[in-house]
């Protein structure tokens, strides 16, 4: 079966200092990967998606970018946190080829001071 | 724009009583609805989802949606509620734009049953 794993679980970073959160999925190959955030224990903000090695697309610019060293690992990162990069970040994978559903991770709690 | 709507930000339910948790879209094409529920400080679950055929989807603990293609519609419903259920549920969908792998979430509406 197929699982997908984040950590850490939690963070507290202080403001400027670099960040680098990470998401890997078993059981599957070449799945589209997901990154979000989640403020305040509401909406979800689609941040990046990747449907390849190498190929990352950003919906929101940000102080925030996406890699994807291999297949099934997916790296959100920063060079300087802000304070209003807060949140809980949720990494998901779903199926590449057909219209599959979307699995989510445990999530990543944020915190900037 | 193409959108997906949750008009509720809480919905509180007698436990046993039936449940609605409402969603609306406004995408071009077929849409591919999703309904979601998260546990606090977890990741989200999948609980159903339409695709194509019948309008009334059922899923995972005892919830079911009906996709209304003319009312643009696709709420999430239980017959009998539980306390157990009490989280926060997020309608999706996929697709957007057609094609693609994107998916928009709704705000979520958090149920709360109450004992």
């Known amino acids: 079966s197929q699982t997908i794993h984040q950590w850490p679980a939690t963070l507290v970073q202080p403001v400027g200092s670099p960040l680098s959160l990470e998401c890997t999925v078993e059981g599957t190959s070449n799945p589209n990967l997901y990154w979000y955030r989640q403020a305040a224990g509401r909406g979800l903000q689609l941040l990046f998606y990747s449907v390849g090695i190498g190929q990352i697309s950003s919906e929101v610019p940000q102080n925030l970018s996406a890699s994807r060293p291999q297949d099934r690992q997916f790296i959100l990162s920063s060079k300087k946190l802000l304070l209003s990069d807060s949140g809980f970040y949720l990494c998901?994978?779903?199926?590449?080829?057909?219209?599959?559903?979307?699995?989510f991770g445990p999530g990543t709690r944020l915190t900037v001071t | 724009a193409q959108s997906v709507a949750q008009p509720e930000d809480q919905v509180n339910v007698a436990e046993g009583n039936p449940l609605t948790v409402k969603c609306t879209y406004s995408v071009s094409g077929n849409p591919y609805l999703f309904w979601y529920v998260q546990y606090p400080n977890r990741g989200l679950q999948f609980l159903l989802k339409?695709?194509?055929?019948?309008?009334l989807v059922k899923g995972s603990y005892g919830f079911e949606a009906e996709f209304n293609k003319s009312q643009t519609s696709f709420h999430l419903k239980k017959p009998s509620a539980l306390v157990s259920d009490s989280a926060l549920y997020f309608c999706?969908?996929?697709?957007?734009?057609?094609?693609?792998?994107?998916?928009?979430f709704g705000t979520g509406t958090r149920l709360k049953v109450l004992a």
């Open positions: 339409y695709i194509t055929g019948d309008n």
């Open positions: 999706a969908v996929r697709g957007v734009p057609p094609g693609t792998y994107k998916y928009i």
């Open positions: 998901a994978w779903s199926v590449r080829r057909r219209q599959g559903d979307q699995y």
